[in-house]
């Protein structure tokens, strides 16, 4: 556990992609939603830890912790890593996701196919075929991190990061996501959704949710233009 300034905390219980530690963390960020303290300003899920931001003076003032501000979330940190199960039943959704994977929306997928010496179909059927856990949302508002692809399709994002169109489908490792919006953008992109991943005007901007799961099923480019 470490601050992140004087208005943040960390707890990183590994520093790893594994879906047991991910569980953990939605469990300890469901128990904060249970057991909010007067300053608790936002809880921030990721891969394998949790930070909460805080209001150090409302803290100060309400509760007058006898050390320091950190030291008192600290011992709320402790308390939620302990009180909380990791197989705690956390509120989740399922997603199918229409992908199209035709050439014009899937621009480094030939070249994928060449590196890992195996075909496009191979790398469609592979990608599809696995049910995604998604681990955190960050990096763009709405950018999805999904887990853990099949082995054979794993492969190091590219050496150069270049345009990236919103709704488009990468993988880099052995994770697989999905680009919001417009940008640069380092991995392999081997498809594009139909969706808007972020709204900025809806009532809920991002739809999909860390530890909710999806899957993606293959679409033309006619259905997409007609999805759009």
């Known amino acids: 556990m470490f601050p992140l300034g004087d208005a943040a905390a960390s707890f990183d219980l590994g520093n790893r992609l594994d879906e047991d530690l991910n569980r953990k963390v939605m469990a300890m960020a469901a128990w904060f939603g249970n057991h909010a303290f007067e300053g608790l300003k936002d809880i921030i899920p990721a891969y394998s830890s949790l930070t909460v931001t805080y209001d150090p003076f409302l803290i100060k003032t309400t509760y007058q912790p006898p050390s320091t501000v950190f030291a008192w979330v600290k011992e709320k940190l402790e308390e939620a890593y302990h009180q909380s199960s990791g197989n705690s039943a956390v509120p989740s959704a399922f997603h199918r996701v229409p992908v199209c994977y ?43 991190y999904l887990g853990s692809v099949d082995e054979r399709i794993a492969a190091p994002r590219k050496p150069k990061p270049s345009p990236v169109a919103a709704g488009s489908v990468g993988i880099a490792g052995k994770q697989t996501g999905i680009y919001p919006l417009n940008s640069p953008g380092g991995w392999n992109i081997i498809g594009r959704i139909p969706l808007n991943m972020f709204d900025p005007q809806a009532e809920q901007p991002v739809w999909m949710k860390p530890g909710d799961e999806i899957q993606f099923f293959p679409i033309t480019a006619r259905e997409f233009s007609t999805w759009q």
């Open 102 to 144: 035709e050439q014009e929306y899937a621009p480094d997928l030939t070249a994928l196919a060449l590196q890992l010496k195996t075909t496009t179909k191979e790398i469609i059927a592979l990608h599809t075929a696995v049910v995604y856990r998604v681990f955190m949302i960050g990096f763009l508002p709405g950018f999805a």
